[in-house]
């Protein structure tokens, strides 16, 4: 069974520039998170998706963030533009139906100069 | 929102077993605690998850205790390759991973 998908591994870019990251979670899994973590830290929530629709987006900065998951299964996160403390790692999770855990991508490195 | 603390960093000698501990005092009673590790540069790794009872996969151990106000985690022979942080989470759903334990096992 493939797991998370997620691309690209890394970004770079410049400030103000737009950047989108893709997440492609584990089949049948309805549940789907964009996590972001920055140097040294935890992953903190960005949102979180049950099928097409955010029921958690509290932490997600909407000024120059913003996600969407079409037809319930892939999604994407955009940023623009971009800053220069944007630059961390962007980690999207899938999981099932009720109390399961969560499988993680590998991330996206995004670096902004 | 339930959260947890853990020390920062441990060391376990290879092939001992590592003990991590977690606390979670506020944690309610329908809230499972989830344990996950991160390698450098990788996604974290599911490892085990627990209610009340003692949870034993072919990863680690979980042991609860009986207040439910702390866990350990346990990796029977620690390896080289069990070097990472490991962050223990209450309830998964409130998403607060915290800064975790890194552990460094010794050769």
């Known amino acids: 069974e493939a797991g998370v998908v997620q691309s690209p591994r890394y970004k770079i870019i410049e400030k103000k520039q737009p950047v989108a990251f893709w997440c492609n979670p584990i089949s049948g899994h309805n549940t789907l998170y964009w996590y972001r973590q920055n140097l040294g830290q935890g992953p903190e929530l960005l949102i979180r998706?049950?099928?097409?629709?955010?029921?958690?987006d509290s932490q997600l900065p909407k000024d120059r963030f913003s996600a969407e998951r079409l037809k319930g299964v892939d999604s994407t996160l955009k940023i623009q533009p971009a800053e220069l403390g944007d630059s961390a790692v962007y980690l999207c999770?899938?999981?099932?139906?009720?109390?399961?855990?969560?499988?993680f991508g590998q991330g996206t490195r995004l670096t902004v100069v | 929102d339930a959260k947890t603390t853990q020390p920062p960093s441990m060391d376990c000698a290879e092939g001992r077993a590592a003990n991590l501990p977690c606390n979670h005092s506020t944690i309610s009673g329908n809230e499972y605690v989830y344990w996950y590790r991160q390698i450098h540069s990788q996604g974290p790794q599911y490892i085990i998850h627990?209610?009340?009872n003692n949870e034993t996969n072919e990863m680690a151990s979980l042991i609860i205790t009986e207040d439910r106000k702390s866990s350990t985690l346990i990796l029977p022979h620690a390896t080289l390759r069990d070097t990472a942080v490991y962050y223990c989470?209450?309830?998964?759903?409130?998403?607060?991973f915290g800064t975790g334990t890194s552990l460094t096992v010794i050769p």
């Open positions: 999770a899938s999981s099932g139906t009720g109390r399961t855990e969560a499988f």
């Open positions: 989470i209450v309830p998964f759903n409130q998403f607060y």
């Open positions: 627990g209610l009340k």
């Open positions: 998706y049950e099928n097409e629709e955010a029921v958690d």
